[in-house]
């Protein structure tokens, strides 16, 4: 369920949501490093939820406290899952 508490995952064809495999819709927010967007994005967690969620690749830097860089789609897919899965464990 996307809520207050869920980051949508953005991906930028809706064809792209089928070719991906297991790509998530939405992260838990609490996986998800604050500060880091503010660094990477200039923005909010909650403002980058209201204007429609990051990409695979965003949330992944921002799990990982680190500067977003581009990746393939689907590593970027496979790796944020692995990431969600062991923080939520």
Same mark, same amino acid.
């Given at each position: 369920?996307?809520?207050?508490?869920?980051?949508p995952?953005?991906?930028?064809?809706?064809?792209?949501?089928? #070719? =991906?495999?297991?790509?998530?819709d939405?992260? *838990? %927010?609490?996986?998800?490093? &604050?500060?880091?967007?503010?660094?990477?994005?200039?923005?909010?967690?909650?403002?980058?939820r209201?204007?429609?969620?990051v990409?695979?690749?965003e949330?992944? #830097? =921002?799990?990982?406290?680190?500067?977003?860089? *581009? %990746?393939?789609?689907?590593? &970027?897919?496979?790796?944020?899952?692995?990431a969600?899965?062991?923080?939520?464990?």
């Amino acid at each position: 369920m996307i809520d207050e508490n869920n980051m949508p995952i953005l991906i930028s064809q809706k064809t792209m949501r089928i #070719a =991906l495999k297991n790509c998530p819709d939405f992260i *838990p %927010m609490i996986c998800l490093d &604050a500060n880091q967007a503010i660094k990477n994005h200039d923005q909010t967690l909650d403002r980058l939820r209201q204007r429609g969620g990051v990409s695979p690749s965003e949330a992944l #830097a =921002l799990i990982q406290h680190r500067a977003w860089h *581009p %990746m393939l789609h689907q590593e &970027a897919v496979d790796r944020l899952n692995d990431a969600v899965k062991r923080m939520l464990g």
